[in-house]
């Protein structure tokens, strides 16, 4: 299992792509909006390289979407209009990236040893 110190470590060596920053942005939209069917330690691990990241610039999804998801994360999931807000926002980045670029990126975390290998988990109820 790769622990968020490691994935931390390989985002802060890693040059990502302008559409590779926006994946990273828009699986963090679906980890807040709870709708990533990753399992909790590769969404632990994905907020990691997301904090590393968030800073440099995508090709798609800007400081707005940035800055929702810091007011998302600060208010926990108690604030309706803000969970609204967010899952707006993640259809919208979804429909901008399109289904085959985010299974390759994510493939590609999984051949960087970011992700663990294999399908899925399901969902904690």
Same mark, same amino acid.
């Given at each position: ?11 802060? /060596? ?30 632990? +691990? ?6 590393? +990241? /968030?800073? /440099? ?7 707005? +979407?940035?800055?929702?998801?810091? *007011?998302? /994360? ?15 926002? *993640? ?7 399109? *289904? ?9 975390? *999984? ?15």
């Amino acid at each position: 299992m790769t622990t968020p110190t490691f994935a931390a470590a390989w985002a802060a /060596r890693t040059t990502l792509e302008p559409l590779q920053l926006d994946c990273v942005t828009t699986l963090m939209l679906k980890i807040i909006d709870g709708k990533c069917k990753m399992n909790a330690d590769d969404k632990t +691990v994905m907020a990691a390289v997301y904090d590393v +990241v /968030r800073e /440099r610039p995508g090709r798609l999804l800007g400081a707005d +979407v940035h800055a929702l998801i810091e *007011r998302a /994360r600060a208010a926990a999931g108690r604030d309706e209009a803000l969970i609204m807000e967010v899952y707006e926002q *993640r259809l919208n980045a979804e429909t901008m990236i399109s *289904r085959p670029v985010m299974k390759g990126f994510k493939a590609w975390l *999984r051949g960087e040893g970011i992700l663990a290998d294999g399908q899925a988990q399901p969902e904690e109820a």
